[in-house]
Nanobody, 124 residues
Framework: QVQLVESGGGLVQYGGSLRLSCAAFGLTLEHYAIGWFRQAPGKEREGLSYISSEGNTYYADSVKGRFTFSRHNAKNTVYLQMDRLRPEDTAVYYC??????????????????WGKGTLVTVSS
């Protein structure tokens, strides 16, 4: 059974940092495209960052320069380092994996497996 498990969310002040983790069970992440997404209350899901199976990395404009996507293949885990956090970053954050789509990654296309999410709250 495939599972993606996010962790690392919490409450942080404006300008602070958090590192989210996404551990995979039942699949080997380095063989898949992986994405980080978030959804704030009352808003649509937003694609934040994506690594293709070939290793190409993409970021949404809203997080470029503040968030960094990395992976540790030996731990079968990916990370999202989030710096200079803002109240508008408050959301539930999800990781996803699948064949992916470099053209439509931010829409979640090609993502077959999703975690249950971890809540990030940024106070002003």
């Amino acid at each position: 059974q495939v599972q993606l498990v996010e962790s690392g969310g919490g409450l942080v002040q404006y300008g602070g940092s958090l590192r989210l983790s996404c551990a995979a069970f039942g699949l080997t992440l380095e063989h898949y495209a992986i994405g980080w997404f978030r959804q704030a209350p009352g808003k649509e899901r937003e694609g934040l960052s994506y690594i293709s199976s070939e290793g190409n990395t993409y970021y949404a404009d809203s997080v470029k320069g503040r968030f960094t996507f990395s992976r540790h293949n030996a731990k079968n885990t990916v990370y999202l380092q989030m710096d200079r956090l803002r109240p508008e970053d408050t959301a539930v954050y999800y990781c996803a994996a699948g064949p992916g789509s470099e053209r439509w990654w931010d829409q979640g296309y090609g993502m077959d497996y999703w975690g249950k999410g971890t809540l990030v709250t940024v106070s002003s």
